[in-house]
């Protein structure tokens, strides 16, 4: 049988490996699942058990999602800066719905696409099957290096630019904000469109939040992406796109030839759940467990860190970033160490499109429980440890 192109490079994307833990006694910090104790589950409940009482939340609706919960997600936006009516919100399923409609609105095979390096390995998926040119961006500790994409954009005709500008999948960075005003700058200079996905937006643990691009954007270039997936719960599959009209129609036309439209039934018991309970306050709740776990983890790895690795501290999210020395190679050593010491990160490899970036890891720390935090630490250590006492060895 002979598969479109787009079969294979999907295929080989890595994302697979993230959903798959065989091993019983495997600590995972690889996944990016949140605390399933966090989850308002009887306040959930509530809500489905009387969304059914309605006729209509079993019907077809349409592409766009259901006008009252628009609405609702608008108003929250206006309070995060973002001048949103019910009209500029697409409901789509996940921010992954989001990433897939962009690119297949935008990009025909080889167009020019920037990601950063590392990011998110779900939207290399989504974006490989429409084939474009990547060009890789460094990632700062404040955000994308925007001089090397200065210099992409002037030598490179760009088409989108795809960024995590809080709480960086996978890096935990925050894109400052003289870079997100000097990025929309660019934008509008260079004639290019920004993805924006945000879905740790509303994690933040400690400081101030930033605006976000789609804040600061006068010209319609900024599509932004939010998700319930990580503060409220994934099996909804319920994000949300924010754009100009003529993008977001564009999006909703692709998307109802696609899956038509999302479950009216998840919509109107979110709806419901959001008019029935303190949402702000299950966001407090959030932050205070992700805070305190995200503390516990980066003192346990911290402390044993062997010489010459890195471990980012960001203030949000549910990452941290382990940086190991030039010529250690991640995935190799997460198959020979880690893996027999029953843990596990997300290696750098399949987080650019190059996949020339080796020694580098992602770890969650916002999935594992807090009672396994500190052994699966312990674990991740003591292989490090073990891996540079080889390397001095053999040096």
Known sequence: ??????????????????????????????????????????????AFAQATEESAAFQYGD??????LRRHIAQWLQKDGIPATAQDVLLTQGAQQGIDLAAKMLLNPGDGLVVEAPTYLGALA???AYEPQYYEVPMAADGMDLGALQKILMTHKIKMIYTVPDFQNPTGAVMSLAKRKALIALANQYDVIILEDGPYRWLRYQGESLPPLKHFDTQGRVIFLGSMSKILAPSLRLGWMVAAPKLLEAAAALRGASDVESSQLVHRAVALYLEQNDFDAH????????????????HAISAQLPAGYQ????????FLWLTAPA???????????????HVSVVPSKNLTPSHQLLNGARLTFAAPPTAKIEPGSARLTAALAATATAQAHRA
């Open 327 to 341: 010529g250690v190679d991640m995935t190799a050593l997460q198959a020979q160490r880690l893996a027999p010491a």
């Open 63 to 68: 592409s766009w999602g259901l006008p009252r």
């Open 126 to 128: 989504a974006f490989n």
């Open 311 to 318: 471990l980012s501290q960001p203030a949000g999210g549910f």
């Open 1 to 46: 049988m002979k598969f479109a192109s787009r079969v294979a490079t999907t295929m080989q994307s890595g994302l697979d490996e993230l959903f798959t833990a065989p091993d019983p006694e495997l600590i995972s910090f690889a996944g990016g699942y949140p605390d399933a104790t966090m989850f308002p589950q009887a306040a959930l409940q509530g």
């Open 283 to 298: 966001l407090d709740q959030l932050r205070q467990c992700y805070g305190a776990k995200l503390k516990l983890m980066h």
